[in-house]
């Protein structure tokens, strides 16, 4: 999954010689806390609602308000802005993308493209859309948790279980991460199972995998197993 499906375009930008109070302005109207900045065409800098509060927070104690609002009039947005900000490709995968909001503890990135024009911006709001995209969320139905060994065909078997009792699959998520050493955890999200026959399947999984929790999201019920208590 790539940036450019994800990222949020067209960009909402501001000059780097508009007011500090311009980006006030568009941050509040438009409902967004990061504004590239552009001169020429170009990407100048970043300024966000963080850079703002930090601007005005030092006067605003010694200021009048009347004062505060002609002084933030006259601060121009290329004195305030973060300059040379870390960017992204649109060819960037998510998982890139997110390690790189990680690793420098920013929400969020221009994404650069041909001849260094600013294509979108890629946010941490856009990677919980991704993640609820690929979790099949929307879709609600059930969630399985699953522990199984690291082997071939152990999903396919999960995968039919399921298919026995009704169930579509909408997505099916895997990991080694946390799990015991030749062991896998698999998450997979299902819906069309009646309310009988998951409780049937929830009786047959005993013997034939470990069952880490059941979240049924139509009723918001949730059945935690810890795994070690199923082995």
């Given at each position: 999954?790539l940036?450019?499906?994800?990222?949020s375009?067209?960009?909402?930008?501001?000059?780097?010689?508009?007011?500090?109070?311009d980006?006030?302005t568009?941050l509040?109207?438009?409902?967004?806390?990061?504004?590239?900045?552009?001169r020429k065409?170009?990407?100048a800098g970043?300024?966000?609602?963080g850079?703002?509060?930090?601007a005005?927070a030092?006067d605003?104690?010694t200021?009048?308000i009347h004062?505060?609002?002609?002084?933030?009039?006259?601060?121009?947005?290329k004195?305030?802005?973060?300059?040379?900000?870390?960017?992204?490709?649109?060819d960037?995968?998510?998982?890139?993308?997110?390690?790189?909001?990680?690793?420098?503890k920013?929400s969020?990135?221009?994404?650069?493209?041909?001849?260094?024009?600013l294509a979108?911006i890629?946010?941490?709001?856009d990677?919980f859309?991704?993640?609820m995209?690929?979790s099949?969320?929307?879709?609600?139905?059930?969630?399985?948790g699953?522990q199984?060994?690291?082997?071939?065909?152990?999903v396919a078997?999960?995968?039919?279980m399921?298919?026995?009792?009704?169930g579509r699959v909408?997505?099916?998520?895997?990991?080694?991460e946390?799990?015991?050493?030749g062991?896998?955890?698999?998450?997979?999200?299902?819906y069309?199972i009646?309310?009988?026959?998951?409780?049937?399947?929830r009786?047959?999984?005993?013997?034939r995998?470990?069952?880490?929790?059941?979240?049924?999201?139509?009723?918001?019920r949730?059945e935690?197993?810890?795994?070690?208590d199923?082995?």
């Open positions: 999954m940036v450019r499906n994800w990222m375009r067209p960009v909402i930008s501001i000059d780097a010689d508009d007011s500090m109070q980006a006030i568009l509040k109207e438009r409902h967004i806390h990061m504004l590239p900045v552009m065409g170009k990407l970043i300024v966000t609602d850079d703002l509060k930090r005005s030092s605003a104690t200021l009048e004062e505060l609002l002609y002084l933030i009039s006259k601060i121009k947005v004195d305030i802005m973060t300059k040379d900000p870390v960017t992204v490709p649109p960037y995968t998510i998982e890139e993308t997110a390690d790189v909001l990680s690793t420098h920013i969020g990135v221009p994404v650069i493209g041909h001849k260094e024009q979108g890629i946010t941490q709001t990677l859309r991704v993640i995209s690929l099949g969320f929307g879709k609600r139905g059930v969630q399985f699953f199984v060994e690291d082997s071939p065909g152990t078997i999960l995968i039919d399921i298919r026995e009792y009704g909408v997505s099916i998520l895997t990991s080694n946390g799990s015991p050493e062991y896998r955890s698999v998450y997979i999200r299902a069309g009646s309310q009988s026959d998951l409780l049937k399947l009786q047959v999984r005993q013997e995998t470990a069952l880490l929790y059941i979240v049924d999201h139509r009723e918001n949730r935690i197993v810890v795994a070690s199923e082995k």
